[in-house]
């Protein structure tokens, strides 16, 4: 069992539209972080969480992290082709612990 | 700036032999790890190293090793590769051990297929 789901596993949507992924747990963590990883690319990091019910906006991207800390959410506005990637949420349960990775949503923006 | 650098970007092995996949990072950081990538599975984290001379196991360690003798440097030696280490490997490297205002810096992966 992982201990961050990541859901969709995959989404294919048009350019324009909007979409939301999410980022679950049972466990509560001190931090999370949003990567995009493309083909033949290790991960970049998008954005660091760490407090419940925080907010942040990237652009068109907006990212929220759960009142209980157990949960995050990744909406893109008008998604764009470049958006096309894996989306990857990782967690740290408490400071000094090594970041937990989920299985990642495949976005594929189409023209 | 080069970043993290992983050799090779791709390696074909027969079971039972053994490599090293190298990594190198010029940013002076103090953190760096190993991870793999399957698909389905997200990033499993091998080994990692928290300062020179400094290693510890992962989620999934068995089969490798790993040492850190200097700060820049931290190779992945797989002892007898197996079908089952067929993967994708990654090494991450960040300014402090997992702070969370310290993101992870990855290099661009070694595809290991053992046949």
């Known amino acids: 069992t992982q201990l961050l789901e990541q859901s969709p596993q995959f989404l294919s949507i048009q350019e324009g539209e909007n979409l939301t992924v999410y980022c679950n747990s049972s466990s509560v963590f001190s931090s999370l972080q949003w990567y995009r990883q493309e083909p033949g690319e290790g991960p970049v990091l998008l954005v660091t969480v760490v407090t419940g019910g925080e907010v942040k906006k990237l652009k068109r991207l907006t990212f929220q992290f759960g009142d209980a800390r157990k949960d995050s959410s990744l909406h893109i506005t008008a998604a764009q082709t470049g958006d096309t990637g894996l989306y990857l949420c990782?967690?740290?349960?408490?400071?000094?612990?090594?970041?937990?990775f989920g299985p990642g949503t495949r976005l594929s923006v189409l023209p | 700036n080069a970043g993290v650098t992983q050799t090779p970007k791709f390696q074909v092995l027969k079971t039972g032999q053994s490599m090293t996949l190298q990594c190198a990072q010029d940013m002076n950081h103090e953190y760096m790890s190993w991870y793999r990538q399957d698909p389905g599975m997200g990033l499993r984290l091998i080994h990692y190293?928290?300062?020179?001379?400094?290693?510890d196991q992962g989620e999934v360690p068995n089969g490798y090793n790993v040492s850190r003798s200097t700060t820049e440097d931290f190779p992945l030696r797989l002892l007898s590769a197996a079908p089952s280490q067929t993967s994708v490997y990654f090494c991450?490297?960040?300014?402090?051990?997992?702070?969370?205002?310290?993101?992870?810096?990855f290099g661009n992966g070694t595809r290991l297929t053992v046949t």
């Open positions: 991450a490297s960040s300014v402090k051990a997992t702070s969370y205002n310290s993101p992870l810096h």
């Open positions: 990782a967690g740290a349960r408490n400071y000094g612990q090594n970041f937990v």
């Open positions: 190293s928290v300062g020179a001379g400094i290693t």
